[in-house]
T-cell receptor, first 113, second 114 residues
Framework: AQSVTQPDIHITVSEGASLELRCNYSYGATPYLFWYVQSPGQGLQLLLK??????LVQGIKGFEAEFKRSQSSFNLRKPSVHWSDAAEYFCAVRPHNNNDMRFGAGTRLTVKP | EAGVTQFPSHSVIEKGQTVTLRCDPI?????LYWYRRVMGKEIKFLLHFVKESKQDESGMPNNRFLAERTGGTYSTLKVQPAELEDSGVYFC????????????FGQGTRLTVV
């Protein structure tokens, strides 16, 4: 069955520390891959996306993600977290030929001073 | 340019009442999607419009939910009668073309049925 897994429900990091949020997917073929962020009171904002090509994708706000086909993963990273990064992060995947976008359950990020 | 806007931002209704959620997509976006997130769960697809036509409504939970998109512009999602399990955040998104583009999301409507 097709699925998206974000194993970490909640992560706490100190400001300035590095961050990695995990995302694994189970699909028949490599789908389009996305990371969205939802800050309190805001909608879902696209951080970055992978369609094809370079497997290391740069996004907004200093985030990047690496697609690893062998591991069916698309982990989100940031070298130095800022307090404003506290939010909920969603990994999403979509097949190339339809609109069936599936989301992970989300990872809530808390940033300690 | 305005993004995807949703009204209201919050709604609290009693079980058995009717609620209508509205979504205004980005101008020129033919594709409009509704999603729902029940507390603590993943965001789930409800349905997809292409202009005024329902392209895929496989995610609609049951016949208490009715979505419309008049003239291919804004969309409404009506829940009638509302049940407790309908509580959650309802997201709307729009995109220009189906393939090779991302969807832009609204801020969501938080629905609480008491």
């Amino acid at each position: 069955a097709q699925s998206v897994t974000q194993p970490d429900i909640h992560i706490t990091v100190s400001e300035g520390a590095s961050l990695e949020l995990r995302c694994n997917y189970s699909y028949g073929a490599t789908p389009y891959l996305f990371w969205y962020v939802q800050s309190p009171g805001q909608g879902l904002q696209l951080l970055l996306k992978y369609f094809s090509g370079d497997t290391l994708v740069q996004g907004i706000k200093g985030f990047e993600a690496e697609f690893k086909r062998s591991q069916s993963s698309f982990n989100l990273r940031k070298p130095s977290v800022h307090w404003s990064d506290a939010a909920e992060y969603f990994c999403a995947v979509r097949p190339h030929n339809n609109n069936d976008m599936r989301f992970g359950a989300g990872t809530r990020l808390t940033v300690k001073p | 340019e305005a993004g995807v806007t949703q009204f209201p931002s919050h709604s609290v209704i009693e079980k058995g009442q009717t609620v209508t959620l509205r979504c205004d997509p980005i101008s020129g976006h033919d594709n409009l999607y509704w999603y729902r997130r029940v507390m603590g769960k993943e965001i789930k697809f409800l349905l997809h419009f292409v202009k005024e036509s329902k392209q895929d409504e496989s995610g609609m939970p049951n016949n208490r939910f009715l979505a419309e998109r008049t003239g291919g512009t804004y969309s409404t999602l009506k829940v009638q009668p509302a049940e407790l399990e309908d509580s959650g955040v309802y997201f709307c998104a729009s995109s220009q073309e189906l393939l090779n583009t991302e969807a832009f999301f609204g801020q969501g409507t938080r629905l609480t049925v008491v």
